[in-house]
C-alpha cells in the first residue's frame, strides 16, 4: 500500500467519526460538524467510480447528515487532480486552515517518564474534556475523542485544575497525537514538551514506534515545537467543497 494512503487510513481509523461509510476506497465521514477530519470524504484511493459521480455521492451523504460537502484531498495526488477537474476548489476560509501537514517522527526521540503531574490515563476528566474541548461535550465529541481501542488522555494537572491537555490514538504502531493545550497564562513552562514526552511513553508502552500528527500550515509554533521533537513533514492535505 502506498505510504501516503497507508497513514491517512490510520489517522482516519485514530479520529472516528460518527458515521464512517465506505464509497470503494474512499471514506464518507460525517460527526455532526465537529472537526474538518470526521465530516469530510477521505479521497485516497479508488472510489469505484468515475470522480464526478463520487463527488455527487459525497454531497448526497452531506446533506443526508446536515453537514457540507466537503473532501479531504492529498495534495498533489491523483485524487487532486480529479476533483480539481469536477469543478470544486480549495476551501480557503475553513476555520480549521485549508491545508495542514501530516508530521512523522520516532518516539523514542523525546520519550520521558511520567513524572510529578505529568500524566496519562484511560478516562479523561472533566478538567481534560474543559481544556481539549468544552465543557459540556456534545455527543459527536465524546465519540470522535473517547472512541478507540487504545486512547490516552494526557494532563498536566496544576493547582487541581488542569493547565494542559492531549489526546493519544494507538492504531497499530502509530501513535496519533491531537487536542495538544495549554493555558494561556501557564505557557513557556516546558509544558507541552513534557506532556509529549509523556504521552511519546505511553505509546511506547502500547506498542507503537512513530508518531503522526495533523497541523495546520499556519499554526507555526506548534510546527516549531513539533520540529524540536524530530518530527518531519510527510506530506499535506487540503479540503475542498463544490465551487457553486
Not at 190 to 205: F, I, P, Q, T, V
Request: net charge negative; proline share 6%; hydrophobic share 45%.
Amino acid at each position: 500500500m502506498d505510504r501516503v494512503v497507508e497513514l491517512e487510513r490510520r489517522c482516519a481509523d485514530a479520529w472516528p467519526a460518527l458515521v464512517d461509510e465506505p464509497l470503494g476506497q474512499w471514506r464518507l465521514r460525517a460527526a455532526g460538524g465537529f472537526t474538518g477530519r470526521a465530516n469530510s470524504a477521505l479521497t485516497t484511493g479508488d472510489p469505484g467510480l468515475p470522480v464526478p459521480e463520487a463527488l455527487r455521492v459525497v454531497a448526497d451523504f452531506a446533506v443526508r447528515h446536515s453537514i457540507g460537502p466537503a473532501a479531504h484531498v492529498v495534495v498533489g495526488s491523483l485524487s487532486e487532480e480529479g476533483v480539481a477537474a469536477a469543478g470544486w476548489r480549495v476551501d480557503v476560509d475553513h476555520p480549521g486552515g485549508a491545508e495542514s501537514l501530516v508530521l512523522t517522527g520516532p518516539l523514542d526521540a523525546f520519550a520521558t517518564p511520567k513524572a510529578g503531574e505529568v500524566g496519562v490515563s484511560a478516562v479523561p476528566t472533566s478538567g481534560w474534556w474543559e481544556l481539549a474541548a468544552q465543557d459540556n461535550p456534545t455527543p459527536a465529541q465524546r465519540h470522535v475523542l473517547g472512541s478507540g481501542d487504545v486512547v490516552g488522555f494526557g494532563s498536566v494537572v496544576d493547582g487541581g485544575a488542569v493547565v494542559a491537555a492531549v489526546r493519544g490514538a494507538v492504531v497499530g504502531d502509530l501513535l496519533h497525537v491531537s487536542r495538544l493545550a495549554v493555558r494561556p497564562e501557564a505557557r513557556r513552562a516546558g509544558l507541552a514538551r513534557a506532556l509529549m514526552g509523556a504521552l511519546a511513553s505511553w505509546g511506547l508502552e502500547h506498542g507503537a514506534t512513530r508518531c503522526a500528527l495533523q497541523v495546520a500550515s499556519h499554526n507555526e509554533p506548534a510546527l516549531r515545537l513539533y520540529a524540536s521533537l524530530g518530527c518531519t513533514e510527510h506530506h499535506r492535505y487540503r479540503y475542498w467543497k463544490p465551487a457553486a
